[in-house]
């Protein structure tokens, strides 16, 4: 059994460039070079909410030490940058609501990092939309592969509401997140809140699971919430 006796409330504020003053390329027949920190923001908010997505897992000794690997050498973090997607492309990824992306790359003689994602927004009716997301990654990281549902109600022109919900195999590891977006200009405000690990609680203490189905708990004596914050 392990306990969680300090209450966790975890505050993320995000400013996110969505259309920052573009570049000149080195010539006139290349394309404008755009950049976004879109995919920063989605990076911090996987870390917290996929905590079993880590490569150790999420009950590892090593604690919040579990993102440095051993294995990596001091060409790995290079690797990721040659092997991955541009800043140029991960701008166009993020300005869509729908698609689908794959990445690869070599980091020794034996192992590959890979990474993928999907998504697809789906109208439900003139007012209502699915946001059905997979994201992929394979690293000396992280070990995801995680599935999000958020249903959106648009109550305005420029003002929708969201629920969010990450879907696990494990019941316990589940998280809701609830929230408003704004539209401004060709931006967006986000403000959000979050419940982590919601039916632990309800499944390992109410349910009363046997350690012979589960050895391992989660106790929370206060619940984990989070707050969100971004301005693309």
Same mark, same amino acid.
């Given at each position: 059994?392990?306990?969680?006796?300090?209450?966790?409330?975890?505050?993320?504020?995000?400013?996110?460039?969505?259309?920052?003053?573009?570049?000149?390329?080195?010539?006139?027949?290349?394309?404008?070079?755009?950049?976004?920190?879109?995919?920063?923001?989605?990076?911090?908010?996987?870390?917290?909410?996929?905590?079993?997505?880590?490569?150790? %897992?999420?009950?590892?000794?090593?604690?919040?030490?579990?993102?440095?690997?051993?294995?990596?050498?001091?060409?790995?973090?290079?690797?990721?940058?040659?092997?991955?997607?541009?800043?140029?492309?991960?701008?166009?990824?993020?300005?869509?609501?729908? %698609?689908?992306?794959?990445?690869?790359?070599?980091?020794?003689?034996?192992?590959?990092?890979? %990474?993928?994602?999907?998504?697809?927004?789906?109208?439900?009716?003139?007012?209502?939309?699915?946001?059905?997301?997979?994201?992929?990654?394979?690293?000396?990281?992280?070990?995801?592969? *995680?599935?999000? *549902?958020?249903?959106?109600?648009?109550?305005?022109?420029?003002?929708?509401?969201?629920?969010?919900?990450?879907?696990?195999?494990?019941?316990?590891?589940?998280?809701?997140?609830?929230?408003?977006?704004?539209?401004?200009?060709?931006?967006? *405000?986000?403000?959000?809140?979050?419940?982590?690990?919601?039916?632990?609680?309800?499944?390992?203490?109410?349910?009363?699971?046997?350690?012979?189905?589960?050895?391992?708990?989660?106790?929370?004596?206060?619940?984990?919430?989070?707050?969100?914050?971004?301005?693309?």
């Amino acid at each position: 059994m392990i306990r969680r006796i300090d209450p966790k409330v975890i505050v993320i504020a995000l400013a996110l460039a969505a259309q920052p003053t573009a570049a000149g390329a080195q010539t006139d027949s290349l394309p404008m070079l755009r950049a976004t920190l879109r995919d920063w923001e989605e990076q911090t908010w996987l870390a917290i909410f996929d905590r079993g997505g880590s490569f150790y %897992g999420r009950t590892s000794e090593k604690g919040i030490l579990q993102r440095y690997n051993e294995k990596m050498d001091p060409e790995y973090h290079l690797d990721l940058i040659t092997s991955g997607f541009s800043l140029s492309e991960t701008f166009e990824w993020y300005r869509r609501e729908s %698609g689908a992306r794959f990445w690869a790359g070599s980091i020794n003689h034996l192992r590959l990092v890979q %990474g993928g994602d999907f998504k697809a927004m789906l109208g439900l009716s003139r007012s209502w939309a699915a946001d059905i997301r997979f994201t992929h990654q394979q690293t000396l990281q992280t070990d995801r592969n *995680l599935v999000r *549902l958020a249903v959106h109600a648009r109550r305005e022109e420029r003002t929708r509401v969201f629920l969010l919900t990450t879907l696990y195999a494990v019941k316990p590891d589940i998280d809701l997140e609830a929230g408003l977006k704004w539209r401004l200009g060709t931006g967006e *405000l986000t403000l959000a809140l979050g419940a982590l690990d919601l039916f632990s609680d309800i499944v390992y203490q109410g349910l009363e699971v046997s350690p012979t189905i589960a050895d391992t708990a989660l106790d929370y004596t206060q619940h984990p919430f989070t707050a969100r914050f971004a301005l693309d």
